[in-house]
């Protein structure tokens, strides 16, 4: 078996993980290799087995892994990949938790009714009644919402208490909603402390509890697919059948449970084009985000949810032509006299709004035209933002060149590249056309935003109207030393006129994802539910691979990692404590 892996990876080994996961974990069907099924008198020959088998190896996974061996249950980790840490090392390692501790130090309440009702308002907008039982919500969907209010705050202080996490509040961001809903705007966002005292990213929120487990010896097999959920003859779950690096299928036994932990499916082509509303291009979730679970979860009777739905971004479409996982989203465009305009030079959306909600503009569909007028975006600035911003992504550094930039002297130049970059591609991305008008259509766009910069108020999309505009806005648009351009010439922070004279540049944008949020549903206890609603015996699930409890929605920064790792704390907690169940009669696989 492979070694254990002691430290997370560091954000400059994606390229290797990528490379590794491309040979050893990614491929296609996986053939059965000749193995002994059985054993003496016909007992499955398991090759290992501990009480409880954690699928994955990120912040979910790790999460159960902590909370079942704190309660005294034996754990072996099943990754998939070459290294561990799956998605959660590319993160910025926020963690988004309603009441947590640094609230209440400050005197802040988080109050129970009003967080859920929050909650609820974005989950389910077309849904919510503000007086209705369950704010109109179905009444499951409301009680796992309520479950993770009560429960994550605890989850946070139960791994500082037990050594496995240390966390801080050095950074506040806002939630992504400022609806009269959400009484506590600033505050619920944690992060993850370093050693030094400073706040770290996904790779330390990592490195922290895989290192835990590791001074207790947990196991963590790499290049382990899993590939068959292994039920009993009673239908409980006992263990799953692996696939190892080299093809060999092996068997593992789960006295207790099967937690999965793993990512969505935002790397399965086929899950992407059936299950997403519209044309998603990018993703920055680890190639091992392939839908394995929603596979095997299918076999043994799952009920399925929230398909349609992901953690939304935007993503620069060229690093999309190369790279299976995109190494950054855009969190929030940088620049202030930049706009971003659709095919016909219109601007759409508020380019300062939260990234997941921004991204969703690119589903509109026009019925009249019958085409996506949103489906590519064109990111547009001037040498102004070019350079007093440069270095904040998607900027090249001051004085570099980037691949993907198009530059024009003129907005009819930018035009003429822009179509020629988009006619270079066309074998990628299909038959995509600028209108005859777009240029026009920029001018205007652009004559209507330096009025707009000039009196502070964007009477379009209200940009800087919004407290996240302008937080984000110091977050991902630092001015860069040694130019001779200023900022704070304009009212608001967030917009400034354009330059009278090129040259003018774009970057071409599309929807992506930071991965995918739907498949098995679960219930308050991370118990993974059958079609009747019955929770399967010693089945478990948290994380990305699962029918999210946010719905729609993403609540704050770091409402992934937070409802991951509660119910991942959740799954661990509740499996420990499940009864030890018979490998007899066991439902292997045919072989073939």
Not at 33 to 51: F, H, L, N, R, S
Not at 470 to 482: A, V
Request: net charge neutral; hydrophobic share 40%; proline share 6%.
């Amino acid at each position: 078996m492979a070694a254990n892996q002691t430290s997370a990876p560091s954000v400059s080994s994606r390229r290797q993980f990528f490379s590794a996961a491309a040979g050893a974990a990614v491929g296609g069907t996986l053939g059965y290799a000749a193995a002994a099924a059985t054993g003496p008198g016909g007992a499955v020959a398991w090759a290992q087995e501990a009480d409880i088998l954690v699928v994955g190896s990120g912040a979910a996974a790790l999460s159960a892994a902590v909370a079942a061996v704190n309660e005294g249950a034996s754990v072996i980790l099943v990754e998939k990949g070459p290294v561990h840490g799956g998605t959660s090392t590319k993160s910025e390692g926020g963690m988004w938790v309603p009441n947590n501790r640094f609230l209440r130090a400050n005197g802040k309440s988080d109050d129970r009714e009003d967080a859920l009702r929050y909650m609820a308002r974005c989950a389910r907008p077309h849904m919510y009644r503000r007086d209705a039982p369950f704010f109109g919500m179905p009444e499951p969907e409301y009680r796992l919402m309520e479950a993770f209010y009560d429960n994550a705050s605890g989850t946070f202080e139960f791994l500082e208490k037990v050594g496995a996490l240390r966390t801080t509040q050095i950074l506040q961001l806002p939630d992504y909603y400022e609806g009269p809903e959400n009484k506590v705007p600033l505050g619920r966002q944690i992060m993850t402390q370093k050693p030094d005292g400073d706040y770290g990213l996904g790779v330390e929120l990592v490195r922290q509890l895989k290192s835990w487990l590791d001074d207790r010896k947990v196991p963590c097999l790499l290049k382990h697919r899993a590939r068959t959920i292994l039920r009993n003859g009673q239908g409980e779950v006992v263990g799953l059948e692996v696939a190892t690096s080299g093809d060999r299928m092996v068997r593992l036994r789960a006295r207790k449970a099967v937690i999965f932990g793993t990512g969505g499916f935002a790397h399965n082509k086929a899950m992407m084009r059936n299950f997403q509303p519209a044309p998603i291009y990018g993703t920055c979730s680890v190639p091992t985000s392939q839908g394995d679970f929603l596979i095997m979860a299918q076999a043994v009777d799952a009920k399925l949810g929230n398909l349609n739905n992901a953690w939304r971004m935007q993503v620069v479409m060229e690093h999309t032509l190369d790279q299976p996982s995109v190494p950054k989203g855009i969190w929030q465009p940088p620049g202030d006299s930049m706009v971003i305009v659709n095919k016909y030079g219109a601007r759409v959306v508020n380019e300062k709004h939260n990234y997941h909600d921004r991204s969703k503009v690119h589903f509109a569909w026009d019925a009249n035209r019958e085409e996506y007028p949103n489906q590519f975006l064109f990111m547009i600035y001037d040498r102004r933002v070019a350079d007093l911003f440069a270095g904040n992504f998607p900027l090249p550094a001051a004085g570099a060149a980037a691949s993907y930039v198009i530059q024009g002297d003129s907005p009819a130049a930018l035009a003429a590249a822009i179509q020629a970059r988009l006619d270079r591609h066309a074998g990628t991305w299909g038959d995509v056309r600028l209108d005859r008008g777009f240029a026009a259509g920029l001018v205007d766009t652009l004559s209507a935003f330096d009025r707009y910069a000039a009196t502070g108020v964007d009477a379009q999309f209200s940009r800087g109207a919004f407290q996240w505009d302008r937080d984000w806005q110091s977050y991902t648009s630092i001015p860069r030393e040694g130019t001779a351009w200023k900022t704070g010439e304009a009212p608001s922070a967030t917009m400034h006129p354009f330059q009278s004279e090129g040259p003018y540049h774009a970057i071409i944008l599309g929807s992506g994802v930071l991965d995918t949020n739907g498949g098995p549903v679960i219930n308050p206890k991370a118990q993974i539910l059958d079609t009747s609603d019955v929770p399967i015996p010693g089945l478990y699930g948290a994380g990305n691979c699962i029918s999210s409890p946010a719905g729609q929605s993403y609540w704050g920064g770091g409402c992934t990692l937070g409802l991951a790792m509660t119910y991942g704390h959740l799954a661990g907690m509740n499996a420990a404590s499940e009864r030890v169940k018979s490998d007899a009669d066991v439902q292997l696989p045919i072989a073939g």
